[in-house]
T-cell receptor, first 110, second 115 residues
Framework: TQLLEQSPQFLSIQEGENLTVYCNSS?????LQWYRQEPGEGPVLLVT???GGEVKKLKRLTFQFGDARKDSSLHITAAQPGDTGLYLC??????????WGAGTKLIIKP | NAGVTQTPKFRVLKTGQSMTLLCAQD?????MYWYRQDPGMGLRLIHY???????AKGEVPDGYNVSRLKKQNFLLGLESAAPSQTSVYFC??????????????FGPGTRLTVT
């Protein structure tokens, strides 16, 4: 069974600080997606990474896919209260399914 | 465009009752999914469909049934609700899954409590 472990589970920091959250697996995924979910809503896609070693930037968010395609990280620079939310990673398997991590709950305090 | 809509938004059931959750999408997507989300466990796939008239089991299908009679609709049924089915249910749709998964668009969720 493929599993994705996210760490930390919970992170509360001050506005302006930097942070990194991690998504790790012992399995190889063909691609990996990051979503953000706000309370009472469904997840919304932030990025898809496909190639081992790939780095993608979305304003202050930097996503990296591990060289072996088993892990990924999300780095936020100068966090803002608007970044608050649940960050979920999801890896693609061969059966039309995404394998989801449990998420990192991020709170940015003003 | 409404995107993905789900009805109802909230529901309380008694053990043994049945209900159907309705999901509708207006993006002409082939793929549709039903997930449940429980605290600390992320999203778990219940059933999915790769096109009109097709359905397949996901990770946690027991106790649920689905139907996709029309391309835009995906129904999730609970025949005899159990307290273990208390959860938030999300429907999602996507254009395709190959060669790499396209974005999954999610509905706002249905919060179900079974007493």
């Amino acid at each position: 069974t493929q599993l994705l472990e996210q760490s930390p589970q919970f992170l509360s920091i001050q506005e302006g600080e930097n942070l990194t959250v991690y998504c790790n697996s012992s399995s190889v995924f063909s691609s990996l997606q990051w979503y953000r979910q706000e309370p009472g809503e469904g997840p919304v896609l932030l990025v898809t990474v496909v190639t081992g070693g790939e780095v993608k930037k979305l304003k202050r968010l930097t996503f990296q896919f591990g060289d072996a395609r088993k892990d990924s990280s999300l780095h936020i620079t100068a966090a803002q209260p608007g970044d608050t939310g649940l960050y979920l990673c999801a890896g693609a398997d061969s059966n039309y399914q995404l394998i989801w991590g449990a998420g990192t709950k991020l709170i940015i305090k003003p | 465009n409404a995107g993905v809509t789900q009805t109802p938004k909230f529901r309380v059931l008694k053990t043994g009752q049945s209900m159907t959750l309705l999901c509708a999408q207006d993006m002409n997507h082939e793929y549709m999914y039903w997930y449940r989300q429980d605290p600390g466990m992320g999203l778990r796939l219940i059933h999915y469909s790769v096109g009109e008239g097709t359905t397949a089991k996901g990770e946690v299908p027991d106790g649920y049934n689905v139907s996709r009679l029309k391309k835009q609709n995906f129904l999730l049924g609970l025949e005899s609700a159990a307290p273990s089915q208390t959860s938030v249910y999300f429907c999602a749709s996507s254009y395709s899954f190959y060669p790499d998964p396209y974005e999954q668009y999610f509905g706002p969720g249905t919060r179900l409590t079974v007493t």
